[in-house]
């Protein structure tokens, strides 16, 4: 019950119904607030205790100074969780793990359960290993249950086991476009109650939710548990960013590329840690599923959230996507009631304000490694010319043409160039270079969401077959659909022979590509492009493109929109100028350009139009959580503690409260610490986190060797979030890392002092030698540290390795906060200095004083290093909240919530 100090606690009467709300305008200064702010201020009425959450901190936010730097805590309660598999997974062995450690300190098991709704979808353990075929879906799904059967058994207890947990099976679609088609309420109700649905997700791209007004963004597994078991997300208020858009998108242009373009210019402007606001009259033009396309790539801006106000156009979207009547006049009813209604001329209050003319937006691209490096589709051949030299040897012939003539376009003067003949299967032969497009992927949820980009793809497609083009036979190309509704309005529309003709194939409803999920290129290409070391290529439609990422043989990557991946397959190469280049010849030798098969605005939205409907989001969600045959008939435990198989290799029981005591230990300073890794900037949480394949040659390779499992069946890092000694072991494992105390050397390779000469070695052997000699671990990294997808165990390997500490010169949000969760201490180089500037090689021995003054109940603003070669400094502590200084005097963030529960 809230203390309702405010006398916020009113009525709205919607239809027959009666719903008990809390009334924004009881509070002085909410009218002038953002949007996304005044849903932060009900959340605020709505919990008021008296003692977490109180009256001055309701007051502080309906005084929010839009200029000042953000100081004030607040304790934000999400209405629900959401989570994919690969993270969602390690969240219920943690559960699992959590009921066992109470009951052992003496507690209720019972009481480590979901109090808030919480929503697994499996989107991400689907791999395209089969493509180009008509049965690919079938095979790829067989596989997929092959993998995974534990970890599927293992989801299915924790449906049964768990109160207020829902399982969404494989073979639905991306969590992300499930929870916009049908999971999202825009207004919860619950317990009488009605109030703005607000979530965190155990995936970074959450935020695409921000499309319908739902105010929620990705936290790490850690914090996402804490959620779900009712712990509230510590959090500043934050300064609010306020994006006007104004005009219209022209012809030709798509939301991929007003994405892209809106990406460049919040990178541009710095918005890490801030909430992003569209407003203005551009927003009442731009459709939800452009909408949906915005907030999906917040991650990508670097913001928390990046959200749109409800009005006329959410309500339409929740009428087609078969949200009942009832629920969407309660929407209107009360977000007109609480002014969240989009007011296009207001000029809220905002920290800080940017302005985009949406006729001004171009078609474009990204790449070659990172989603904010904007290229204009125009520049895209010039730009990789130039981009493709950080990637080849200097060796390289040059001026001379990649492809016969008959073939593809000629290569710029001064590109290098490495021509290879490659035999397919049949015997024909053909030639790749550097560039070659060898992955065309639609997948990610950003965009398949989307249908007026999804529509013009198929059109691409049937036009080019109509010409008589297809793929080149070195592109690997898949489809995969955010959810089964795409494939429904495809069909409908007649248009799904033509993907099928042009190789476009269904692979999978799921990431796959975007995650990493590519699978394999066929045997000859992937040959190829290792032996003569080519700097080969991916296009696909996501939100993600960091190094390493896409394929492992896939130097280079490009994000663009749903038909640019389909001309680029056509066009086979990014050598190629497809905006003036022919991408093949017709049946009658004539050239074909990508004008003669770009489709006009009409055409999408007739088929938008004509090929939509309400029906065909009833049909693919009226069932959606009981699964297909093959889901039910998974064997499954019964009983509230989950039966460990000792010999699995996907779902282990953790360590993390083994000798756990109900007192905490006090905090200590950390002496004679070596460093792990020194790392430069933009170091993501993909480079840290394990994903992708496994190789038999790593830690985690011969790990599973060890145990019986043969290479074929290695599955994913991914697959295996539930097995912490597979993670660890991938834990800055990245074949794309630079460990500069190990130079020369790419991956999860440093030196390990523990040995004479200090010798190269495995990150996760010298890690394991370190420990047995008590050695504590530093990380020492550049800016922007930890940007990238919010991943649980980026920090949970860091810790498990044995790291105590992190000193980098700036992080992302979600990372530092993570590392705090498991009881890593987050510091940070002086303004203006870095491990360059202050000399530091990686070689020194650290030392940390200071940190003990946490255990007097404060936070110290640095603590003193030291180290054995005589360099000093005050490194600044970045525990910003007094919540994040609980859960790290407990050693965690779990632990905190334990011992919490166990004393209610």
Same mark, same amino acid.
């Given at each position: ?37 005044? =849903?932060?201020? #009900?959340? !605020?009425? +709505? &919990?008021?205790?008296?003692? *977490?959450?109180? @009256? ?5 936010? /309906? ?114 476009? =499930?929870?916009? #088609?049908? !999971?999202? +309420? &825009?207004?919860?109700?619950? *317990?009488?109650? @009605? ?5 965190? /997700? ?130 209107? @009813? ?571």
């Amino acid at each position: 019950m809230s203390a309702n100090s405010f006398d916020a606690r009113s009525t709205l009467q919607v239809g027959d119904e009666s719903y008990e709300i809390f009334r924004l305008d009881k509070v002085e200064g909410a009218a002038r607030l953002p949007y996304s702010l005044k =849903v932060l201020l #009900e959340n !605020l009425l +709505r &919990t008021e205790d008296g003692a *977490n959450i109180t @009256a001055d901190h309701i007051r502080a936010l /309906g005084g929010w100074d839009s200029q000042a730097q953000p100081s004030q805590e607040i304790q934000f309660t999400p209405a629900r969780v959401i989570m994919q598999d690969f993270t969602g997974v390690p969240c219920v062995v943690d559960l699992a793990t959590m009921r066992e450690a109470v009951k052992e300190l003496g507690g209720d098991p019972a009481k480590i359960n979901p109090l808030a709704p919480a929503e697994l979808v499996i989107d991400h353990s689907v791999i395209a290993d089969k493509f180009g075929t008509k049965d690919a879906f079938g095979q790829n799904v067989e596989l997929e249950y092959g993998r995974n059967k534990e970890r599927y058994q293992f989801l299915r207890w924790g449906q049964t086991a768990f109160d207020e947990f829902k399982v969404v099976p494989p073979g639905t679609g991306i969590v992300h476009q =499930v929870n916009i #088609e049908h !999971l999202a +309420r &825009t207004v919860m109700v619950r *317990n009488g109650q @009605a109030y703005p649905d607000t979530l965190v /997700g155990t995936d970074s791209h959450t935020t695409m939710v921000n499309g319908l007004g739902v105010l929620g963004w990705g936290v790490g597994g850690i914090e996402a548990e804490a959620a779900m078991l009712g712990q509230p997300v510590s959090m500043l208020i934050p300064r609010v960013v306020g994006f006007k858009l104004t005009g219209e998108l022209k012809p030709g242009t798509t939301a991929t590329d007003l994405v892209l373009t809106i990406t460049e210019m919040l990178r541009k402007h710095g918005v890490v840690g801030k909430f992003v606001e569209f407003y203005g009259e551009g927003v009442a033009a731009t459709s939800l599923a452009n909408r949906a396309t915005i907030g999906n790539m917040s991650p990508e801006f670097g913001s928390t959230a990046a959200i749109f106000p409800i009005d006329d156009e959410t309500l339409k979207y929740l009428r087609l996507t078969g949200r009942d009547e009832r629920q969407v006049a309660l929407v209107e @009813a009360y977000a007109k009631e609480q002014g969240l209604w989009l007011d296009p001329a207001a000029e809220p209050d905002f920290s800080e304000k940017l302005e985009l003319d949406l006729a001004t937006v171009v078609p474009s691209i990204a790449g070659p490694k990172r989603p904010q490096d904007r290229i204009v589709l125009a520049n895209a051949a010039e730009k990789f010319a130039q981009d493709v030299r950080n990637y080849v040897e200097d060796d390289d012939e040059a001026g001379k043409e990649s492809f016969p003539a008959s073939d593809a376009p000629a290569s710029s003067n001064g590109v290098p160039t490495r021509r290879t003949t490659v035999t397919a299967p049949d015997g024909s032969t053909y030639e790749i270079d550097h560039g070659a497009v060898t992955v065309a992927a639609i997948t990610s949820c950003t965009n398949t969401s989307n249908p007026y980009v999804m529509v013009a793809a198929a059109l691409v497609a049937k036009k080019a077959v109509e010409k008589g083009l297809t793929r080149k036979p070195w592109v690997k190309t898949t489809l995969a659909p955010g959810s089964k509704v795409v494939t429904d309005y495809f069909d409908k529309a007649g248009l799904t022979p033509y993907l099928d003709k042009v190789g476009f194939n269904l692979v999978g409803y799921g990431c796959t590509t975007c995650i990493g999920n590519s699978g394999p290129l066929p045997e000859e290409v992937s040959k190829a492009v290792n032996e003569h070391d080519l700097a080969v290529t991916s296009v696909l439609s996501g939100n993600r493109n960091f190094e390493g990422r896409i394929n492992p043989d896939v130097k280079m990557n490009y994000l663009a929109s749903p038909p640019l991946v389909v001309a680029y397959a056509l066009a086979g190469s990014m050598k190629v100028n497809i905006t003036k280049d022919a991408l093949g010849t017709d049946t009658e030798g004539n050239p074909v350009f990508l004008k003669d098969i770009w489709p006009t605005e009409a055409e999408v939205n007739d088929v938008v139009a004509n090929a939509i409907g309400e029906d065909m989001f009833n049909k693919s969600y009226q069932d959606v959580f009981a699964g297909d045959a093959q889901w039910q008939a998974l064997p499954i435990p019964t009983g509230n503690t989950f039966e460990w198989d000792p010999q699995s290799t996907y779902v282990r029981k953790p360590p993390y409260f083994e000798g756990m005591t109900m007192e905490t230990t006090p905090v200590s300073d950390i002496s004679g610490a070596r460093v792990l890794a020194k790392l430069g900037d933009s170091v993501t949480t993909d480079h840290i986190s394990p994903a992708g394949a496994i190789k038999a040659d790593t830690p985690a390779g011969q790990y599973l060797t060890e145990h019986g499992v043969d290479r074929r069946d290695f599955n994913s890092y991914g697959s295996r979030r539930g097995n912490h000694e597979v993670m660890i072991r991938g834990t800055f494992a990245n074949i794309r890392l630079r460990n500069q105390i190990a130079p020369g050397t790419e991956g999860g390779y440093t030196r390990d002092f523990t040995q004479d000469g200090a010798p190269v070695s495995f990150i996760y052997d010298a890690s394991q030698n370190y420990q047995a000699a008590g050695t504590p671990l530093v990380i020492l990294a550049g800016k922007e540290y930890g940007s990238g997808s919010s991943r649980d165990w980026a920090a949970k390997g860091t810790a498990l390795l044995g790291v105590k500490a992190v000193i980098a010169e700036s992080y992302e949000r979600i990372h530092r906060s993570n590392l705090i969760g498991m009881g890593v201490l987050p510091l940070q180089f002086p303004e203006g200095t870095s491990a360059e500037s202050l000399g530091l090689t990686g070689e020194e021995t650290f030392s940390f004083s200071g940190v003990t003054e946490l255990n007097d109940g404060t936070t110290p603003r640095t603590v003193k290093v030291t180290t054995d070669s005589g360099v000093e400094f005050d490194a600044v502590v970045r525990i910003d909240t007094p919540g994040e200084a609980d859960y790290y005097r407990n050693g965690g963030i779990m632990q905190y919530v334990l011992r919490s529960l166990i004393r209610k």
